[in-house]
């Protein structure tokens, strides 16, 4: 049996990043939501069963965007930080998984649970990441929903801070995806 590549489609898919305030301010602070915006994601595995499933996904790290809201310069800040000094885009323009096993254990028809075990390029470093989730199969679509974290200093990254220190960002970031992947044979896509 042939296997099936599936797409993302980012226009109904939501990839998300959960940072955590702390310090002498965090709780005048937030915690702040990202949304990566630009990502190409791709699963290959054998039709109904997800049986030899593969996944890749490929993030441009200078196409994000904080969720919450604040005032617009402080907003303008806290992105230009990210970019510039925390994720350091000019130099690490792409954060890449590519998974290397996924255990999938079929939950009842067409719902499957999944562990995946890869490796994430990020800033320059590559280290395992695991991830977990759940695949419901509809059509010739799969919905994909699920997360992991991650420590930035595991990536070489230090932990933004803003007012001197008094409000930090704690080192741990979690993930949280809801994908759409469309069959590529029924898109018309190769």
């Not at 792409?94 to 562990?115: C, H, M, N, P, Q």
């Not at 919905?143 to 230090?158: D, E, K, M, P, T």
Request: proline residues 3%; glycine residues 8%.
């Amino acid at each position: 049996m042939a296997s099936v590549t599936f797409a993302v489609d980012r226009t109904v898919s939501r990839f998300n990043v959960q940072a955590f305030a702390t310090g002498l301010l965090s709780a005048f602070g937030h915690s702040p939501r990202i949304e990566i915006r630009d990502y190409e994601a791709e699963v290959q595995c054998l039709p109904g069963t997800l049986g030899d499933a593969s996944l890749r996904v490929i993030i441009q790290t200078g196409r994000m965007e904080v969720l919450d809201e604040m005032k617009r310069d402080d907003l303008k800040k806290l992105e230009q930080e990210m970019y510039e000094r925390v994720l350091d885009t000019r130099n690490f323009p792409t954060a890449v998984y590519t998974s290397r096993e996924i255990d999938v254990r079929k939950v009842t028809d067409g719902l499957f649970e999944v562990d995946a075990r890869g490796e994430l390029s990020f800033h320059g470093v590559t280290r395992p990441q695991a991830l977990q989730g759940k695949v419901t199969v509809i059509g010739d679509s799969l919905r994909v929903a699920g997360g992991f974290s991650l420590l930035q200093s595991s990536y070489g990254i230090q932990p933004a801070s803003f007012a001197a220190g008094t409000l930090r960002l704690k080192d741990e970031l979690k993930f949280t995806f809801d994908l759409v992947a469309r069959s590529k044979e029924s898109s018309g896509q190769s």
